[in-house]
């Protein structure tokens, strides 16, 4: 079957920095996305990676290991307004979207 | 990033009743459209996979015949819940996506459904 694991909850204070992992199982691969979700609001797009490295957008970076079946969204400097859930999804060779349960992120002062 | 809208916002409805959901893209052409839903505290459920000028496809377990896709053009889908019950009471999204490119998928703001 095909899955999408990342941690439940994280915990961080404020201009700090933290790492949320994504291990994924899928029939093929075409990306791997990141999207940000506050409660009660859809989802906003965050980052796509489908190339093995680093990818870097402001204080958010993306990650990338094909080979492993790992990502991992970085979070530098902190603010509370990024508490939020942040959503791991995988697009397969079919093109469809396979979400993760996302990582409830909770900002602390 | 493109901008994809929704309507209405909220929804609160009798039980029985059908209600329409509008998703549109705004500043491009999505030929393929999808419909989403969310229970509190809950992962992204993906109902449909809305296509132009034919018809959608259901996710397994989803009625089609109780939650109706059309998508009649190039920039809007609706979706209908027909004969709404209590328990269709959800957050129901709609994305697009951007037909070239890396194959992104934008979200509209959603819809919140109380069925009473």
Redesign the interface.
Known sequence: GQNIDQPTEMTATEGAIVQINCTYQTSGF??L?W?QQHA??????LS?N?LDGLEEKGRFSSFLSRSKGYSYLLLKELQMKDSASY?CAV?DSN???I????TKLIIKP | ?AVVSQHPSWVICKSGTSVKIECRSLDFQATTM?WYRQFPK???M?MATSNEGSKATYEQGVEKDKFLINHASLTLSTLTVTSAHPEDSS?Y?CSARIPTG?????????TRLLVL
């Not at chain 2, 890396?102 to 959603?110: A, C, L, S, V």
């Open positions: 075409n990306g996305f999207y009660g609001e859809a989802p906003t797009f796509y489908v959503l697009m093109y469809q979207l979400w993760g349960a996302g | 990033g999808f809950q992962s992204l993906l957050f999204i890396q194959e992104t998928q934008y979200f509209g703001p959603g």
